[in-house]
């Protein structure tokens, strides 16, 4: 079963700020099924990004997604004061859909 | 606009069973793989099972496995779970999502969430 590990736990910043989030799989998966959620307090998690780089839509364009293998990036250019969430990286493969542990964006 | 709207949750003492439904509007359900997520209260996001848009594939976590049942009724445009044997493990506010596609194991994305229904499993 693959693993999904994120980091950091949380990241301090300030608006207007770069925010990098990581998503690391324990064994090399496929970026085909690697996408990003945006969650905020008492709501339903959004989707940001799919196939690893690909904006959902109505999704920013300061949101970005990369990586490949097991190394995974979601980046905002520019933070908003709206971007301020938690978020998760997901992954299907073999009959089975994993997210990872999830990454705060908190302001600083 | 898509619009997935949960039900059923509650307060349900352990061992015993509680069905949940999701209701979909705006958009082709039968064209469509749908899924159930749940999220344990301040914790992450934990998937429970998918069926593709006629029933023929479906999934499950190994967390629900032979507790859990999925099934759909595209006629009634409505996804539901039939949870039985419930645990405390298993007190988590439970989403219906909606896929991008009809076959259960094409697209690993959920683009469409519901507001979520909340289980408590407690005695």
């Known amino acids: 079963e693959i693993v999904l590990t994120q980091s950091p736990g949380t990241l301090s910043l300030s608006p207007g700020e770069r925010a990098t989030l990581s998503c690391r799989a324990s064994q090399s998966v496929s970026s085909t099924y690697l996408a990003w959620y945006q969650q905020k307090p008492g709501q339903a998690p959004r989707l940001l990004i799919y196939?690893?780089?690909s904006r959902a839509t109505g999704i920013p364009d300061r949101f970005s997604g990369g990586g490949s293998g097991t190394d995974f990036t979601l980046t905002i250019s520019r933070l908003e004061p709206e971007d301020f969430a938690v978020y998760y990286c997901?992954?299907?493969?073999?009959?089975?859909?994993?997210f990872g542990q999830g990454t705060k964006v908190e302001i600083k | 606009e898509v619009q997935l709207v949960e039900s059923g949750g509650g307060l349900v003492q352990p061992g015993r069973s509680l069905r949940l439904s999701c209701a979909a509007s705006g958009f082709s359900f039968e064209d469509y793989a749908m899924h159930w997520v749940r999220q344990a209260p301040g914790k992450g996001l934990e998937w429970v099972s998918g069926?593709?848009?006629?029933?023929?594939?479906?999934g499950y976590a190994d967390s629900v496995k032979g507790r859990f049942t999925i099934s759909r009724d595209n006629a009634k445009n409505s996804l539901y779970l039939q949870m039985n044997s419930l645990r405390p493990e298993d007190t988590a506010l439970y989403y219906c999502a909606k896929t991008q596609g009809e076959s259960l194991y094409s697209y690993g994305q959920f683009d469409y969430w519901g507001q979520g229904t909340l289980v408590t499993v407690s005695s």
């Open positions: 069926i593709s848009w006629n029933s023929a594939s479906i």
């Open positions: 997901q992954h299907y493969g073999d009959s089975s859909w994993t």
């Open positions: 196939g690893a780089s």
